[in-house]
């Protein structure tokens, strides 16, 4: 998918994972929980950004030792906090490992807010 926008301002977020305020593991072992967690941080992180989910243009997710059976998993969290008809540019990596042991899953993202 090609996506293209008029001069914006980026604005780019990373490493998203399901973690608390308090940085406790949501969901250890629990690939839905930690997506859902993930995808409601990524929401926060874009809010204190002053966005919105319409605004991510490309969305990069990646998960610890992916299998296909995982996708419906994925698909309910991201769906869940971006219902809009069309989604942005995304890319699904399985990985090997994430930065800690329990983290299932990452997310980060790119937005383009109009000016």
Known sequence: MV????PTKVIYISGQVAVDRDKRVIGAGDLRGQALQAFQNLE???TAARATVADVVK???YVKDYKP???PLIH???RKHFPQKTLPAT???GVQALAQENFLIE???ILAVER
Do not use: F, K, S
């Open 3 to 6: 996506i293209t926008h008029e």
């Open 44 to 46: 926060a992180a874009i």
């Open 59 to 61: 969305l990069n997710i």
């Open 69 to 71: 059976t995982d996708a």
């Open 76 to 78: 309910e969290a991201l």
């Open 91 to 93: 890319t699904w990596l």
């Open 107 to 109: 997310v980060d993202a």
